[in-house]
């Protein structure tokens, strides 16, 4: 009689059972039962720390290699251009908080703000590849707050400290609480109608500067710089992703073409007749202290947030909850988009821990008195990419480097990541490079960057992050004649209509008018309830009017299976379409799959394969397993198995061949 193996639960997840006497009756049966009882736990079952603890555990292996692995020549040209990538657009933010909250945000509170995220999250993170630092949500938000409150007369700086020390406390209830876990149904949907807000922020930004300057001499000339600016940067841009010049040249124009825009620009109107031209510069403070107000009067690096009304202290709590929704949603997105499917990455993710330093930072944001940093988009994708390695591949697939293509590659071609170098010091290091900048020698030069030099980093930074983002891509695709579009493009699906297309792309367009619209009003603070509420939007509403097919087109996960195992895996995803077929409930305990005649070796290592796949890190850490102590005991399963196969193909299993799998 043939025999069978069934997960005993009793045994932990690699256990075998061997039963000698199954029929199939009894093996059908014994299927029946695991599939009516699924071990899905209760949404309303918290197990508080679990993530954070998992977290830990998971990226704490990995800590030293994260030093050592430094040694690579990538991350001395990530370091320099993380460096510019990320205080440039700082400078701009800083000019934008510096006009709008009357001088209570310099440039040395932003450049602060961004220090103190770099180091706190390169050396404790669990994810450092994220690069922290102030955007322009955050600087919407400092200035809404400062319009709604400086009517009443109350101390700013104290009532941004409590709403920091108020939002301490939120985001460390979200990671004890494992709210991270909601991070799975967070699709490239709500990720790219976001990033369309913000290069509309961006943009906008650009264009407050320049009204600004009046309408005399000093704002043409601006104009003109700012659109030059623009207009280097973005050749530079274009061919450093060309096929002219050889690879050092190209990565030289697309690295450093805007920083050294800046500097050319920063002279330029120094030239002839353009001297005597009066222009505004970036307002700076003395080397390492706050901004001071216009009085002169300089306040300390410590906020007395005692000073203020009780009542307003309470007051905060709103504000806080509003600031922690944007938090969750924004730096938890950077962290998934610089994680995303195209980057190889081999070291875990850590959601849960990460957040529990961002109420850190926001919390001594809060008592120093500088902007809340936190995961900056552009920038942390584009840390990861400076860091990748990369080979030519043409478009067909084949290698440059390979035989077939005789090492001549073909006229369309892209570089491939191959591996990413995965470290710490880059981040630490572009940090305190910023922290350098706050000395007297640079702060100097900074004020020499005219303001339409700024408006152009605007400009140049809203068109990056609106030629990367997904509804940019679709919209292309929509007004591209359908004849010469490539028959490989992703939309161009026999089973998807350009009707559902245009559906798909009118509704984030209207989530993105809704976000937009509602940051020119006075309510703009509550913007962040129009990005979360994205999330339901996607999960809830889209699959009423879209299939799951079309949704698999438009839609997808925005990062790997490996980096969302911190979060319980994807959101339709192969655990949704594993449950579907009801092979989730054939596993009791993460084991193989039980009650069914064992076939061959290669099917069971498949079998197998697959439901590593679909048990999420949640599951396992039910049974009181790690993600790898539970893929090491399906390898050994799966071992059992194949030695029970090979007792299988003489016709009968014997006992000693029982003994062997029990081993």
Wanted: aromatic fraction near 12%; proline fraction near 5%; charged fraction near 15%.
């Amino acid at each position: 009689m043939a025999s069978t193996t069934n997960p005993d639960p009793g045994t932990g997840a690699g256990g075998l059972h061997i039963n000698h006497t199954s029929t199939g009756a009894d093996r059908e049966a014994g299927n029946r039962h695991h599939r009516t009882i699924p071990r899905t736990p209760k949404w309303y079952k918290i197990h508080l720390f679990r993530g954070m603890v998992n977290d830990l555990r998971r990226r704490a292996p990995y800590y030293l290699s994260d030093w050592t692995d430094a040694w690579n020549y990538r991350v001395v040209p990530a370091t320099v251009y993380m460096y510019f990538a990320n205080i440039l657009p700082a400078l701009a933010f800083s000019l934008d908080m510096f006009t709008k909250t009357d001088r209570m945000y310099g440039v040395n509170e932003v450049l602060l703000a961004s220090v103190l995220g770099a180091v706190v999250f390169s050396l404790l993170a669990c994810q450092p590849l994220v690069i922290v630092g102030v955007t322009g949500p955050i600087t919407v938000f400092n200035y809404t707050v400062y319009d709604i409150m400086e009517p009443t007369g109350t101390n700013y700086m104290a009532f941004m400290c409590w709403i920091g020390l108020w939002s301490l406390v939120f985001h460390w209830i979200l990671a004890v609480t494992n709210s991270c876990n909601w991070l799975r149904y967070v699709t490239r949907f709500p990720c790219d109608i976001f990033g369309f807000y913000v290069a509309f922020i961006y943009l906008q930004k650009g264009i407050q500067v320049l009204e600004r300057l009046g309408d005399a001499e000093p704002f043409y000339l601006s104009v003109v710089v700012a659109l030059c600016v623009f207009a280097i940067a973005y050749i530079c841009g274009e061919l450093g992703d060309s096929s002219l010049f050889n690879h050092t040249v190209r990565v030289f124009l697309k690295d450093y073409g805007t920083p050294l825009t800046v500097v050319f620009f920063t002279g330029f109107v120094h030239f002839g007749k353009l001297e005597h031209i009066h222009l505004e510069h970036l307002e700076v403070s003395k080397a390492f202290f706050p901004t001071p107000h216009e009085d002169g009067w300089i306040r300390g690096w410590f906020i007395h947030f005692w000073d203020i009304p009780v009542g307003h202290v309470f007051l905060a709590i709103p504000f806080a909850l509003l600031l922690t929704i944007l938090f969750w949603f924004d730096h938890n997105v950077s962290s998934l988009i610089a994680q995303g499917t195209e980057f190889p990455l081999r070291k875990p993710a850590g959601f849960h821990w990460d957040l529990f330093l961002l109420g850190l930072t926001t919390g001594v944001s809060g008592l120093l008195g500088i902007p809340f940093p936190n995961g900056l988009i552009p920038q942390a994708p584009l840390h990861t990419a400076s860091l990748c390695v990369t080979k030519v591949v043409s478009n067909d697939d084949t290698d440059v480097d390979s035989s077939e293509s005789k090492g001549h590659p073909s006229e369309t071609y892209e570089f491939k990541p191959i591996s990413v170098v995965e470290q710490r010091v880059s981040n630490l290091a572009q940090g305190l490079l910023t922290l350098g900048t706050m000395t007297g020698p640079l702060l100097i030069v900074l004020h020499l960057i005219p303001q339409g030099v700024l408006a152009g980093l605007f400009f140049i930074m809203g068109y990056q992050a609106l030629a990367g983002n997904g509804i940019t891509q679709k919209l292309i695709f929509l007004f591209k004649d359908s004849r010469l579009t490539s028959p490989n493009h992703p939309l161009n699906n026999k089973a998807l209509r350009r009707s559902r297309v245009w559906l798909f792309v009118v509704i984030e367009l209207i989530g993105f008018g809704a976000t937009f619209a509602i940051t020119q009003t006075v309510a703009a603070v509550g913007f962040p309830v129009f990005i979360f509420a994205l999330i339901p939007v996607r999960a809830v509403l889209l699959p009423r009017w879209l299939s799951r097919e079309e949704l698999a087109v438009l839609d997808g996960p925005t990062a790997s299976p490996f980096t969302m195992e911190s979060v319980g895996g994807s959101y339709g995803g192969v655990q949704e379409e594993g449950a579907e077929e009801g092979e989730v409930g054939g596993e009791s305990s993460g084991g193989g799959e039980g009650g069914g005649v064992l076939s061959s070796g290669a099917e069971s290592k498949k079998k197998a394969k697959k439901v590593t796949g679909m048990k999420s890190a949640e599951e396992l850490a039910e049974l009181g397993l790690s993600v790898e102590s539970g893929r090491s005991s399906l390898r050994r399963g799966s071992t059992a198995v194949d030695e029970i196969q090979q007792g299988q193909s003489q016709g009968q299993v014997h006992r000693r061949g029982h003994h062997q799998a029990g081993r």
